[in-house]
């Protein structure tokens, strides 16, 4: 395999804190352009090459495999783990065992999951029992995890991010939308271009005026209308959304509901259609958010404090170094210094 050229630092740290003194991995990352980051990860530690039945060391490669083991997300971007790994054989004669997959804690053998997913089952049943609502971004990986090491526990999904996804729905349309009319990509002086922060605002944060010429505008340029439903879509989600707090009756949930449904399928748009199938999947932790209210918000907020500090600092070659500098960063009060004569 070819030498490393970029790293994937938040999945090689975590990989390389499972032994320490050693860098039992490295990744290598792979630019692809595309919304989920693809990690190749290859085994460095000779400890690895140890049969785990007599412990000694195989030089003895019988094939290669390639597993696809599932992570925590790259800050907000979907990581895809390749873990390129070797099958030796063990030449002990006494051995029982004739042949063997490299591993390391941080992945045991037959393992699907990383470690990172599975270290709630570390705390113990006395800790986990405590447990009664979790607040995630909508992850089908979050929330396996989840099930799994907390199976009493109630799944919230955060309404930042479904709105979020809500208008990423609206970009996409916009996008599609000028290229097909124009034939090349939307500039300030076209209408859909210009709305774009209008498009992707709170209705109620319009003004009567700004909402009825965002409408004329796109109309002039855009006469199917689908991005106009695909706005009217997402307002319809907030719509649903802004009931959390409210204790509202079972009847106000469901209406609001199927009037989203209801939109998604009128509007026949791919990209709403694709948002109507994601909020399906999401239903239960969609009502649960409207009747708790949980979110993850402080968590989001610290961990935009902590990636400004590794932003101002341009990287930390000291890990205690970059556990004060953040620990400092997140602090919520004011240290005083005292003044010098």
């Known amino acids: 395999m070819r030498e490393p050229q970029a790293y994937a630092e938040r999945y090689d740290h975590c990989v390389r804190a499972a032994r320490s003194g050693s860098r039992p991995c490295r990744a290598r990352h792979e630019p692809r352009g595309g919304p989920v980051r693809l990690v190749h990860v290859v085994t460095t530690a000779s400890s690895a090459a140890g049969c785990p039945a007599c412990g000694v060391v195989s030089t003895s490669v019988k094939q290669y495999r390639t597993t696809r083991p599932r992570d925590l997300p790259y800050g907000e971007q979907p990581l895809a783990v390749r873990w390129h790994k ?3 054989r063990c030449r002990e004669a006494a051995c029982p065992r004739k042949a063997f997959t490299e591993s390391v804690p941080e992945i045991p053998p037959r393992a699907r999951l990383t470690g990172r997913l599975c270290r709630l089952d570390a705390h113990g049943p006395g800790w986990t029992d405590q447990v009664q609502f979790v607040a995630i971004d909508p992850c089908a990986v979050y929330r396996s995890a989840v099930q799994q090491a907390l199976p009493d526990a109630v799944i919230v999904v955060d309404h930042f991010h ?5 208008n990423q729905a609206v970009t ?3 996008q599609r939308v ?3 009319v124009l034939g090349r990509r939307g500039t300030t002086r076209d209408p859909a271009r210009a709305n774009r922060r209008r498009l992707l605002r709170a209705r109620e944060r ?17 006469a199917t209308g689908e991005l106009l439903a695909t706005w009217i879509a997402k307002e319809k989600l907030r719509y649903l959304l802004s009931l959390a707090r409210t204790r509202p009756p079972q009847s106000e949930i469901s209406n609001r509901l199927s009037a989203f449904y ?3 399928a009128r509007a026949d748009v791919p990209e709403v259609t694709t948002l109507a199938k994601t909020i399906e999947a999401w239903r239960p932790q969609i009502l649960a958010f409207i009747d708790t209210g949980i979110t993850n918000a402080r968590t989001e907020s610290t961990n935009r404090m902590v990636n400004d500090a590794a932003r101002i600092a341009f990287g930390f070659r000291n890990l205690e170094n970059q556990r004060r500098t953040v620990r400092l960063h997140c602090k919520r009060t004011i240290i005083s210094q005292p003044l010098r004569g």
């Open 86 to 88: 070797r099958q030796y």
């Open 162 to 166: 479904l709105v979020r996804l809500a």
């Open 172 to 174: 996409k349309v916009c």
């Open 178 to 180: 000028t290229r097909q």
């Open 206 to 222: 319009l003004t009567r005026e700004q909402f009825h010429r965002m409408g004329e505008e796109i109309l002039t340029q855009e």
């Open 262 to 264: 209801h939109w998604c």
